[in-house]
């Protein structure tokens, strides 16, 4: 089943109602984040992954979310100080969401991608095609810079 996020909804750092539509003709990469993760690291790569390709039509966007291990219980204040001074991530970081059991936006909607059911853990990743489709999604242990998903990510861009 084909999975489009264009129509969802997600709540902004501010607090306002952002559709994932104004996106609409960039990739997107979006990821469930979490600052006290093994994984955390990724953060890295996501931003390595946003100075490659940002220019080319793509933009990460991250989700705080606390679900697993309870690995993000600050602020998102605290989240983004975090993330601007250890990794230099410039990329958006949007309000925290849940990603399983009584889900939240976009994770309502994109835990319908197959595979389908809820994300398993930290640094989840979504593809998503120019047309808000969601093309593929990555277990937390793909690195940012694997090339399964570098070549993924360069394939949506070049549709």
């Known amino acids: 089943m084909s999975v489009n996020v264009s129509q969802v909804v ?21 990821v469930n984040v979490a600052s ?39 602020s998102l204040e605290e989240i983004q100080s975090f993330c601007s001074t250890t990794y230099n991530a410039t990329f958006p970081l949007f309000d925290k969401v849940h990603a399983m059991g009584k889900t939240t936006e976009p994770y309502t909607t994109l835990n319908q991608a197959e595979p389908a059911g809820d994300v398993a853990w930290n640094f989840e990743k979504f593809l998503i095609g120019q047309d808000g489709t969601v093309l593929k999604r990555f ?21």
């Open 36 to 74: 006290r993760c093994g994984f955390t690291k990724q953060y890295s790569g996501l931003q390595d992954l946003q100075n490659k390709y940002g220019s080319k039509g793509f933009q990460v966007i991250g989700f705080p979310c606390n679900d697993f291990g309870a690995q993000e219980p600050g």
């Open 139 to 159: 277990k937390s242990a793909i690195e940012p810079n694997s090339a399964e998903l570098t070549s993924a990510i360069e394939s949506a861009l070049n549709k």
């Open 10 to 30: 997600v709540t902004t750092p501010s607090g306002s109602k952002k559709k994932l539509s104004d996106y609409q003709g960039q990739v997107l990469l979006i």
